[in-house]
Every structure is written in structure tokens, then in C-alpha cells.
């Protein structure tokens, strides 16, 4: 394992003025992103990289802020001489549109009402974040990505830029991932928000105004969301039929270690989290479908794609199971794209897309070699 | 498919008044089953059936009152000429203890204090629901059960009678079971258990004395349990990504089928169950763990049985998948007892069990043939 860690983040936002069309119909008249970038953009401006993040993601995806204990999301990932070498490349990570970690989202100010959005604050979709992102680009004077990279919501993230803006990106890794999503993983979904919603702190959205958080209820779509996480053999390996205390209550309070942990991470969570934004991330994954989106064919959306794709999964991950990443597979490989396809045998779930893996690393080392050898 | 029905439903009531020493370390001190028969005990008293009902059934298995429109929650499976056939066969289903359909539990009055329990009724296991089960047993004048069988949550406590009675049950059919439950099992249970907890109407289980029902909570657990109950194919083909309307609203309204379904699901089920109940019964699935149970070794506990098993799976279901059935299939191998073990291909999820399909329904009568043939 490589500790080094990213010596300098620039951490800075973007004031976007021009209004955003959104795929809703509604517009958003400007907007700031908050970015983070690591390592520096070369003279020929051919080594910039976009990282998209997940869910529950931000822009501060590598190092460690100054008199802080924790490095960022994808530390393993991006520093000196790790895959994503910021030796070498200049690396992009933002928070995006609707977050809540200095992007504009709902606990922003609507520069129209001079009140916090809430749930004023539109719903934005994978296609919108390409466009913003896009903003991004222009503004940090970026004239291609020499990659673009994301795993789950972010792997649909990088895939969409090669559908919106094929010219614009050299090459692709889409990790964990899905063309869109299944009518379970919506289901997920709908459950998470109606567990926000059903709280009585919810409000319609608009808690902040009244100082309150539905934390109860975003605490348990956290939770809910942990299971889709991690695997069954991880669980069962982590925490098993292990008890907290030695001997059983026969009450509701904790009795298994997996309740204390899923209690634990539900209530960590919402420290840190905004409830409207969990809100809108779900709904931007449950919308992303690409074929259907645009009423263009998926043949027309690539057609003039000359990214090379790297797509990965993970055997163990059942949120996003391989056979989900070989959709995308036999979509670019029916569109004649260049693609190569890796499934890693890892027992971590979905969360494997975040831990270090040594085929999973090399995979991706040898793919950005080649992608830094010439294209 | 025998449309057939039950002609004559027997429903009573059996007031038990031998205290029930239960494993929390608690007594029960009197209680009432709740159970309906179908079908005759014939003079050798040879022909008895017990049918153990999983989380949220309860004794109606078969048959139609009259003036309703719905049959029992089993009904394709039990009646004349049906598998388990009630022109041969004497068959005896009860509301489990702890139950909310007529049988002693959370919504029952207390003799101790003249009031609902509520939350005071105590945590029943799959070993208290054997012992009042014996106790029915007893009250009806069964000498022995010539099968017992259960899905899920009954196919434990099915499997559990061979443990507790060997002698007492001369054929077992345990149906989409699992011995114990994961980690990842328990972690679903625990979610539901939160979110009816953090409902408001709660009152630490006391709702009943507020008058006022923890729905928003009992719907959010009922709606989280069918994704788990349903495979994802059979989510697929039933849902989709279908619309319910004909365009995205881009809000939170109902905008897929999916979420149509699973709100209306949350909905009606809160109209005919109680929330104590459904704590308790998720709590009897988390302990459940024979192997590990009064410190017994399986050897110890299996020694005396001579009964007969055949044991079910469904390649759809995630909830207690065909890996989970063989880990019960092994433990009686290596018992050396004798055990038949069926895996049937099928769409339909854990849910499977209550649906008809011809290799299911054929491996089922084909036992029971054997069964009714001599033992």
C-alpha cells in the first residue's frame, strides 16, 4: 500500500453566471461549484483529469486538510504514484450541483427569494451535472479530459460525458456502475425518501427554515443504503451473529454488532449530510437512462465517440451486480467503441469500488499507462 | 390450477392456562390460540398437519369466510386434492403467540394489569411458539403430527418441532428457510425495527394507550420487507422502469410503477397489522439460531429424531437463498438422517412459497404421497 499522500490541495469555487437549462424545463440562473484539484495541468493541457463522484460524495476526494485526521474519500486512489497519479495528472474532483458541501444546492440562498431553496432547489440529473461540469472545464481553461472516472453514480457520470460531449473526452472509466437503474434499485431508492419524508421534521422539505432536520429519517435511508453497500460475505465476515454484549437482551435496545454499526453510521451520517440533497441524488440516479434520455438512439448519443472505455466491476457487489457493467459492455461493443471490461473478484459489495484492491489497482494502472503512453 | 376450495373452515380459540416459561426468562402466565382446521381427524388420529405461518400470516390458510372475497394466505396449497389435501389429510394452522390476528399478544389485554400490553408482551422465540404449538397439540388430542410444515419464518419452526419433539412429527417440509439468520438478514430486520421506533406515534411501544398507530413506520418496514421477499427479475418483469404516468414530474411524487406498488403495499398492510407484533416477529427471526440454542450440539438436539425431511429452495430467492436451505440439508446429512432436498427454478423471490408452479407443487405431493403411503 502506497501511504504517500497529496502534499498541496487547491481548494477554490467556481461562480458560474451563465443560467442552466436544466432537463426538468426549469432553469438555474447561476450557481458556484466547489472544486478541488491536485497535481498541475501541463503546458499542452493534455493531462487533466475529472473524478465524479457518488452519492454521498464531495469535491475533497484525496489528501488531508491542514490539522485534519482524515484524508479524502479516494485517497487510495489519487496521489503521488497511486493509480491516478497526480505526479502526472492534473486531477479535477468537484462537488456536484445539489450537494451540500459548498456547491450550490438546497441549503444554498436562491438569489431570487434572498431565503435558503429547500425544496425550491430543482431536481438535477446526470445530464445536468455533464453540463455544469462542463462549465467547470471551460472555467479552469481545460480543452479535453484525458480521462474521466467515476464509480456507481460517478461511473454514470463519466459514461454520460462520452454520450453528451464524445469529443471531449479521451478516454472513460466507468466503475461499478449501470446503465440505469432496475426497478429494485429504484425501490431502494423510494423507500429512503419516503423514510425522510414520513419525518415529521421533514416539512416539506423546507426544515431549515423552521430549524429543524428530519434526521431520523435520513438517518435510515443511510442505514438501508449501508446494506446495498456491502456484501452479504462482508457482513457475515465483519460482524456475523456476533453479539454487543455477551449474553442476549430479549428487548429492542442493540443485540448483534450489525445493529450497532448500521445505528452508528446512520447517526454519523446526518452530522454531516443535508437531507434535500440525499433526496435529489436518489432521484437523479432512479432517472439516468441514456438510451431513453433525449429521445435519441444510444447508436446517435455515441456516434461520434472516439473515448476509449475502461468499465469495471466487482463480483461480490449486488447493488450494481457485473452483469449490470457488461450492459454497458455490449452497448459500446455493439457500437463498435473501444472497451475494455475487467471483473474483480473482491468481497467488499458495491463499497469495493472505494478499497484497495491489488487487481483492481493494477487493472487501472495499466489502463492509465497506456492512456499516458499516447492515445 | 384447482380451483377447488375448503368447504368447511373450523375457527376457534383454545384458552391455554398451563403458564409458559419462555427462553427471555419470562412466563406467559395464561394465553389463547387462535387456529382453524380443515379437514377430519380421522380414528387412528394419524392424519394431523400443522401448518406454521411466516412473519405476517396468521391462521387463515385455506378457504373463504363467508361474504369475503379472499382466500387464506395458503390456499393454493391446501384443499381437497391440492398438495396438502384436505380430503385425506386433518389440518391445523394457528395464529403464532405474539400475533395481532386473534391470538394472545401486544394488542391483548393483560390479566395481570387489565390493560393492552403493548409493549410489556413479551419477546417470543421460534422455541415458546413450538412449546404453545405442543400445547395446541395437546389440546386437541393429537398423539403426533404426520408432517409439519412451514416457509420462511414457519419452515423454522417447523424445523424446530424435530428439534424440541423428535418423537412428535414423523415428516418436516421446510420451505425457503435458512437455519439462522445472517448478518445482512438481521440488518434488514433491525432498519424495519427503526423506522417503526423512530415514528412518533410510537410511544415506546404504548401507542395503543395514546390512541395512535406508528403507520408511517409499520409501512416504511412492511415496504422495505417486499423488496426482499420480491427477486429482482420478478421486479423487472412486473415493474420495470414503467411510468405511472405518462411523462417524468421531476418531483417527489409517484413517478415510477415501482414506487406505486410499494407505497400502496405500505398502506394497505398497516390497516390489518400491529406494529408490536411486527417488532416482535422480526426479533424471533434474529434469535433464532438452533445450533447455538440451550447450548445443545445439533447432534444432541437431531439425536432422537426419526422424522422424515424434505427441504425447499427457490433459485430467485435472496432472502434465504438455496445456499442458506443446503446449510439445513448438511446438518441433517451429516446427522445422518433422512432428508430430500428440492431446488425449483422460479422467478418469484422468496415469495416463491405461496405460489403455484408445477415442479413445487409436484415435489410437494410426490412427498406426500410417499407420506400418506405408509411411513
Known amino acids: ?114 431565503k435558503v431553496y429547500g425544496s425550491d432547489f430543482p431536481i438535477i440529473t446526470v445530464n445536468d ?53 432496475t426497478a429494485q434499485n429504484i425501490a431502494f431508492n423510494e423507500i429512503a425518501r419516503q423514510a425522510i419524508m414520513k419525518d415529521p421534521n421533514w416539512h416539506d422539505g423546507n426544515y431549515l427554515s423552521k430549524g429543524v432536520f428530519p434526521n431520523h429519517g435520513l438517518a435510515l435511508a443511510r442505514m438501508l443504503g449501508h446494506i446495498t453497500y456491502l456484501s452479504d460475505a462482508s457482513m457475515k465476515e465483519k460482524f456475523g451473529r456476533d453479539l454487543k454484549k455477551s449474553k442476549l437482551n430479549f428487548n429492542y435496545e442493540v443485540e448483534f454488532q450489525i445493529e450497532s454499526y448500521l445505528r452508528y453510521q446512520g447517526e454519523k451520517f446526518v452530522t454531516g449530510f443535508d437531507a434535500n440533497t440525499y433526496m435529489l441524488m436518489t432521484k437523479t440516479l432512479d432517472y ?27 463480483t461480490s457487489d449486488w447493488r450494481f451486480p457485473p452483469i449490470r457493467s457488461k450492459e454497458i459492455v455490449k452497448i459500446l461493443l455493439d457500437n463498435e467503441n473501444n472497451v475494455s471490461y475487467s471483473e474483480i473478484t473482491a468481497d467488499g459489495g458495491h463499497d469495493a469500488f472505494l478499497m484497495e484492491n491489488k487487481d483492481y489497482f493494477d487493472v487501472m494502472r495499466s489502463f492509465i499507462k497506456e492512456v499516458d503512453d499516447g492515445f
Open 1 to 114: 500500500m502506497n501511504n504517500k499522500s497529496i502534499e498541496k490541495i487547491t481548494t477554490n469555487i467556481a461562480k458560474i453566471r451563465t443560467p442552466l437549462r436544466l432537463v426538468s424545463g426549469k432553469t438555474l440562473p447561476q450557481y458556484d461549484l466547489k472544486y478541488e484539484t491536485y497535481g498541475e495541468l501541463n503546458e499542452n493541457k493534455d493531462n487533466a483529469v475529472l473524478i465524479c463522484h457518488a452519492l454521498s460524495g464531495n469535491h475533497h476526494a484525496a489528501g488531508k486538510y491542514q490539522g485534519d485526521d482524515k484524508v479524502g474519500w479516494w485517497d487510495n486512489m489519487i496521489g503521488p504514484e497511486k493509480p491516478i497519479d497526480t505526479n502526472k495528472q492534473f486531477v479535477v474532483c468537484l462537488n456536484n450541483l445539489g450537494g451540500c458541501h459548498g456547491t450550490t444546492g438546497p441549503t444554498s440562498i436562491n438569489p431570487e427569494t434572498n
Open 288 to 314: 439516468y437512462d441514456p438510451i431513453k434520455d433525449l429521445s435519441k438512439s444510444i447508436k446517435d448519443r455515441l456516434g461520434d465517440s472516439k473515448s476509449k472505455y475502461l468499465i469495471i466491476s466487482f
Open 129 to 181: 451535472w455533464v453540463n455544469s461540469q462542463k462549465e467547470l472545464m471551460d472555467y479552469l481553461d481545460i480543452p479535453y479530459w484525458q480521462f474521466i472516472v467515476g464509480g456507481s453514480l460517478g461511473g454514470m457520470q463519466a459514461f454520460e460525458w462520452t454520450l453528451q460531449f464524445p469529443l471531449l473526452v479521451k478516454n472513460c472509466i466507468v466503475i461499478a456502475a449501470a446503465p440505469k437503474l
